[in-house]
């Protein structure tokens, strides 16, 4: 995605995220080998607003491949009206993953960012998309050949916790 084509936003786009979460994953066992065998399991989320209403964070855990706990941060610019997106999890401590850029257009979140994965470039797209139902999706995908097609390795399904506010 060019810098030009990506869809923009507000500081408000992510207000339906903010809560807690139960979370239904399908992670993929073996990213960009061809691999078609999932893992489900199940995880928590509770998502909160930082910096006056500039960003916002979520702490995610799981008791999953022995439990790790992972956060996301997501901080908007204001000027370039788009946000990014960054991962930090338990399992690589010290470790900030890079940003994934972007924004929302007609209800579904595309965020777009370089990464390596298993020492080679790849590009990372998260997708949100339900933003506007009880039940939103989260999706990532890697690209090996920089954009040109795209293989989706984690999906996370979202249901509001009961008697959470």
């Known amino acids: 995605m060019t810098d030009t084509a990506q869809p ?3 500081a408000r786009d992510f207000d339906f995220w903010m809560g807690s979460w139960n979370v239904r994953n399908r992670l993929l066992c073996a990213r960009l080998q061809g691999s078609d065998e999932w893992d489900e399991f199940a995880s928590t989320v509770v998502a909160r607003p930082i910096l ?7 702490e995610f855990r799981t008791s999953w491949g022995g439990g790790f706990v992972a956060m996301s941060f997501r901080f908007f610019d204001p000027r370039s009206r788009r946000w990014s997106i960054y991962w930090a999890d338990a399992r690589r401590p010290g470790l900030l993953d890079p940003p994934v850029i972007g924004g929302f257009a007609g209800g579904t979140g ?3 960012g370089p990464d390596t994965f298993g020492g080679r470039p790849i590009v990372v797209r998260f997708v949100w998309s339900g933003v506007t139902t009880p039940t939103p999706r ?3 995908s ?3 050949d920089g954009g040109e097609t795209w293989e989706p390795n984690w999906v996370m399904d979202f249901t509001r916790r009961e008697g959470a506010p």
């Open 8 to 10: 923009v936003g507000t």
């Open 52 to 58: 006056d209403g500039l960003g916002n964070e979520d």
């Open 110 to 112: 595309v965020f777009e």
């Open 138 to 140: 989260w999706e990532q």
């Open 142 to 144: 890697f690209s090996a």
